[in-house]
């Protein structure tokens, strides 16, 4: 099930052009995540969610999108925002069998 | 109740930990990705799972996984036997593969850390290969992707068996027997280091634990492990929380945790060293054969399950990189002793493996 939540944003550009940001929410329980693929759109941001009960380190290496959140304990949650278009690969840095492909469009 | 407690416990454990997540919050200005601030969230907890449920959970399966570009075939398994066994495969004629994961001992060599090529000794213990074939990712640190990558690893490791990968085709090459067995197995390629690699690694995977007393007790045979087992079995699974990273039936998450040992070695972390809990992380071992292949741990630190479940009493050393899985359990004599009990239960009746002949 895809939980899809507009969220913020509202950018006022000569009084013209409305920007949504929206957010694509990723759970971990079990040691993997919710879903193995996502895309979403420049500027929209992955939560990541840890609903497992241990402790997880969502992060990329891919050049240009090198992220890390830290160690991620049960019960919290983290966003993240993708500004550039291209695929990139997530990985939980203490479980590597949980993987995730995270498309960004345009 | 106890839910609304848990409940309760899990929100101010998640509080507490965003604390620590604010000091190692990172913005990467310029790059693609921003990390966002973190909130708590409400997380449902399970209900305590009864027996039968995690029997289902440990259920042996019921084939041999090969990958789609390694598929098993009989020439393969054969020609990767004798590749397994030759000495041949090592610069001084005098290490195979079985020297240091030897079915003799588990399919590792028994001592606390391996023995390369001069007789020097390496700087972590030979892990065994039993149930390779299920891993994910392979070496204590993680640095092979595959079996057919770590394969050639050791054999051109100058300090294991020093002989670089040219110099070891050249040298099959010149074996008779050996191309004929190469043409049969890989019909389109022959001896090249990539036959070499996925024959190895074809014989390797069909080394799997055999049915243990408790894959018996699993399918039904109440008789089949002992009780002082079956309440160790229930530990592992509540307070000792042992089953937090040796999961299901092959009890590995094929994941990396620093347990706190005291060793410099840094493991995983050498490969992810902004990751603060990768520094001194291991890959975790399955249990299966494991009354077998001992002394335990990365650093064969450890001479008996009952010292490794001391460890895990005491908790290791508390640092920031130490799992947050990992904590002092404060066994008592019974619940020690109740842990082993359940995983001697985890050894099989092996039958003695059968050396090949080797070419000539």
């Known amino acids: 099930m895809r939980s899809i939540t507009a969220a913020l944003v509202i950018a006022f550009a000569g009084g013209s052009v409305v920007a949504f940001a929206a957010e694509r929410s990723i759970r971990q329980k079990g040691k993997v995540f919710s879903e193995s693929a996502v895309t979403i759109r420049k500027g929209d941001a992955v939560v990541f969610v840890n609903d497992d009960s241990v402790t997880h380190n969502v992060m990329s290496t891919d050049p240009g999108n090198e992220f890390n959140i830290g160690s991620q304990a049960p019960g919290v949650s983290t966003p993240v925002t993708f500004d550039k278009s291209g695929e990139f690969t997530i990985m939980c840095a203490i479980h590597p069998r949980m993987k995730l492909t995270v498309k960004v469009n345009n | ?360």
């Not at chain 2, 003799?104 to 391996?114: E, I, N, T």
């Not at chain 2, 060793?263 to 809990?277: A, C, S, Y």
């Open chain 2, 1 to 360: 109740m106890r839910t609304a407690v848990t409940r309760i416990a899990c929100f101010a454990a998640a509080a507490s930990a965003l604390t620590a997540l604010a000091i190692v919050f990172v913005t990467t200005r310029g790059n693609a990705a921003t990390v966002g601030k973190s909130s708590v969230v409400e997380v449902k907890t399970a209900p305590v799972a009864s027996v039968q449920d995690l029997k289902a959970l440990y259920r042996r399966p019921d084939s041999i996984p090969f990958p789609k570009d390694n598929p098993y075939t009989l020439e393969k398994v054969t020609l990767g036997k004798k590749l397994y066994f030759d000495t041949r495969l090592s610069a001084a004629n005098i290490l195979s593969c079985a020297s240091c994961h030897n079915p003799a001992y588990g399919w590792g060599d028994g001592l606390p850390k391996g023995v390369g090529h001069n007789m020097k000794e390496l700087g972590r213990r030979s892990p065994t290969i039993v149930n390779a074939a299920f891993g994910q990712v392979f070496m204590w640190d993680g640095r092979a992707a595959s079996l057919e990558e770590q394969a050639l690893g050791p054999i051109a490791a100058e300090v294991e068996m020093n002989l670089p990968i040219a110099q070891l085709i050249a040298k099959l090459g010149r074996i008779p027997e050996y191309p004929p067995l190469f043409q049969a197995a890989f019909p389109k390629e022959g001896l090249t280091p990539a036959s070499v690699a996925r024959a190895i690694a074809t014989y390797e995977r069909t080394v799997v634990s055999r049915r243990a007393p408790f894959d018996a007790w699993v399918e039904g045979d109440e008789t089949a492990i002992p009780a002082d087992a079956k309440r160790g079995f229930a530990l592992f699974n509540s307070k000792a929380a042992c089953t937090n990273c040796h999961s299901g039936w092959n009890f590995t998450d094929d994941s990396f945790h620093d347990i706190g040992l005291a060793d410099g070695d840094i493991g995983r972390g050498k490969f992810l060293p902004n990751v603060i809990k990768m520094a001194h992380a291991f890959k975790t071992p399955g249990l299966r054969e494991i009354t077998r292949r001992g002394p335990y741990m990365h650093d064969g630190s450890v001479p008996t399950l009952g010292a490794v479940m001391d460890h895990y009493s005491n908790g290791g050393i508390d640092r920031p990189s130490r799992s947050d899985q990992v904590k002092a359990l404060r066994l008592s004599i019974q619940e020690r002793d109740d842990l082993v009990a359940f995983m001697q239960t985890l050894t099989s009746d092996l039958e003695p493996t059968t050396v090949p002949i080797l070419p000539r």
